[in-house]
């Protein structure tokens, strides 16, 4: 149930694809979002929102020149999606960069309100029309049964039959779904189209293989080699929480990036930004308070370095509390290389002493890797051998079967020319995959609340 799998549900049941007494979305946590995962009610007061996984759009063309990054921006389907469709508050993301197009999802006061706001509100729509959501469950093989529909296993010997599938699932998961589910090369004998999937049992890894073999088999003459063409990489999110928001109150720093390789026994690297983590001002105290983004890294080096810390089996983040003796010890290091990393500001607005004492209670850590169960990383990229886009190739990587793929993992987003480029890592990569399985293979015509000169462009594969 991330952005692609529920807009699909959307789509369908709103714009006449079927009813949505007939569409069932299956999603092992108990949220929907899937990489969108936005936090509210945080901090001593709960009124701060940090989003610990993807958190912005572009909403027109624009350009980052940065050293060894040169690359083209432009999210319109999630941008006329969430703006004139779903008529939702944004504001500028960067206010201190005038070129940049990047936008966040806001309340009617301007607050942050979480990027996962505009997947929730086609959720509660959806659930509105009757569309029917299995939270804390998990689909852990896909086979065809004896009538040749395909069934979706489910843990306890659940299966649900369906007429046609999309997987919104990344690259690590779908892979293991596909090794725990059946595959049976040599059943070539019927070749017609069918319309039935198996959401099917499907083993753990300590499952034996006379289990596996008495589940339904896939059919198909090899693994698609599209599947095998991207990776998943790792990256790391951490805010921590300060009652004196001392960047903001005393070295007035609302904008702008900052990074430190810097680390030990007593210092944590840090590659954060001023502008990103939710802050309020508290007229009783006429100061600022709230979340600094001390990292947002995708460098194996940091990754490694924050994720023994969260330790979270189900969602990949974690709280850091003064009060546990092992995430106060991260929570000192962290503090130790923020103040030792801004120690000539500190001393000329002399607070040094001031802000070395403000030891954190409380900082929020996500970790996007191997660990993450259901995710497997944060973004994705294609292989170095890999020349073309999988995107069109990954739609229906299962010929003639009704077994779709819409997810960032297999999209990327377009260059100026709309022609597809090599950028993942985009709520839009997995919209427009999702737009395009509705087109092409459930029949809706595209969406009125997007330009047609737009749509053609960057949307239509």
Request: charged share 20%; net charge negative; aromatic share 10%.
């Amino acid at each position: 149930a991330g952005p692609g799998g529920v807009y699909i549900a959307w789509r369908l049941a709103s714009d006449g694809g079927m009813s949505a007494e007939d569409i069932c979305v299956v999603e092992r946590l108990d949220r929907v979002g899937g990489r969108i995962l936005s936090l509210r009610n945080q901090g001593p007061l709960g009124d701060l929102v940090v989003d610990l996984g993807a958190y912005r759009f572009p909403d027109a063309p624009m350009h980052i020149n940065a050293p060894g990054y040169p690359v083209f921006l432009y999210a319109p389907l999630t941008s006329h999606l969430v703006e004139n469709r779903l008529n939702l508050s944004t504001m500028p993301y960067e206010p201190g960069m005038p070129n940049s197009t990047m936008q966040k999802i806001v309340d009617d006061d301007g607050q942050n309100l979480g990027y996962v706001t505009f997947v929730e509100a086609m959720y509660n729509s959806t659930v509105k029309m009757g569309v029917r959501y299995f939270f804390g469950s998990e689909v852990i093989s896909i086979g065809e049964n004896s009538e040749g529909s395909l069934e979706l296993g489910l843990p306890g010997d659940a299966s649900i039959v369906a007429e046609q599938v999309v997987l919104n699932l990344p690259m690590r998961p779908l892979t293991r779904l596909l090794f725990n589910s059946k595959l049976n090369p040599q059943n070539h004998d019927h070749d017609h189209d069918h319309h039935g999937h198996d959401h099917h049992h499907a083993p753990h890894d300590d499952d034996d293989v006379g289990e596996k073999n008495h589940r339904p088999s896939l059919r198909m003459r090899r693994y698609p080699s599209v599947l095998n063409k991207v990776r998943p990489k790792f990256a790391v999110k951490l805010y921590v929480h300060y009652d004196d928001a001392w960047w903001i109150n005393y070295l007035n720093l609302t904008f702008g990036e900052f990074n430190s390789s810097a680390h030990g026994d007593a210092y944590a690297p840090l590659q954060g930004r001023y502008h990103d983590g939710h802050t309020r001002y508290d007229d009783t105290t006429n100061k600022w308070r709230g979340f600094l983004e001390a990292v947002y890294a995708y460098s194996d080096e940091t990754y490694e370095y924050y994720a023994p810390f969260q330790t979270s089996y189900m969602d990949p983040y974690v709280r850091l509390e003064q009060t546990d003796p092992v995430a106060n010890s991260m929570l000192e290091a962290v503090h130790n290389s923020l103040v030792q990393f801004h120690k000539d500001a500190l001393d000329a607005a002399n607070v040094f002493d001031k802000v070395s004492s403000m030891t954190p209670k409380l900082a929020l850590l996500s970790a996007w890797g191997p660990e993450s169960t259901g995710f497997g990383g944060g973004v994705h990229y294609n292989l170095p051998t890999v020349v073309d886009p999988v995107a069109k190739d990954a739609l229906q990587p299962f010929a003639n079967m009704p077994i779709y793929v819409a997810n960032e993992a297999f999209g990327t987003m377009r260059l100026e020319n709309g022609t597809l480029g090599s950028e993942h890592g985009w709520a839009e990569c997995s919209l427009v995959m999702a737009e395009n399985i509705l087109t092409k293979k459930f029949g809706l015509n595209p969406p009125s609340w997007i330009p047609t000169d737009d749509y053609e462009k960057f949307v239509q594969l």
